[in-house]
């Protein structure tokens, strides 16, 4: 079981590359997916763009998608530890001992991996994008 988070808002050909790698790194591709209001608390007011249900629909519609699951708090720390995943998942610059649950994954006897994102590619390039038309 591989497990991944994110807000996945305005979804991406960088948010599609990166869960389609790390579908490759096991079975099943389970997402924490944030609230909106975890979201707002993030990233300010006026995000999300898109709300939860619309987020989770396009998530679920992609072959490398197995299982979506919302989370409330501003960490799926919980989430984490109620389904102790085999491989604990981030893109970009993560480092993995700084990855939320990689210590209670490693404990378990899973492992962290960081995939790099496909460069080009940001909800917040996009949104700035759409503001300058």
């Known amino acids: 079981m591989v497990f991944t ?4 808002d305005l979804l991406h050909p960088g948010h599609v590359n990166y869960l ?16 909106d ?4 608390n ?3 007011p006026l995000r999300p763009v898109n709300d939860l249900a619309d987020r989770a629909h396009m998530l679920a519609a992609l072959r490398s998608v197995d299982l979506v699951v919302p ?37 378990a006897g899973g492992e962290v991996i960081v995939v790099p994102f496909l460069g080009g590619y940001s909800s917040t390039t996009l949104i700035n994008r759409i503001k300058q038309l």
């Open 71 to 107: 989370f409330s708090e501003d960490t799926p720390i919980n989430l984490i530890k109620a389904l102790l995943p085999d491989v604990l998942v981030k893109g970009g610059d993560y480092v993995p001992d700084d990855i939320v649950g990689a210590k209670e994954v490693r404990k």
């Open 42 to 44: 993030l990233k300010g």
């Open 37 to 40: 209001d975890s979201i707002r």
């Open 5 to 8: 988070n994110g807000c996945f």
């Open 20 to 35: 389609e790698d790390a579908k490759k790194l096991g079975d099943v591709l389970i997402i924490g997916l944030n609230s």
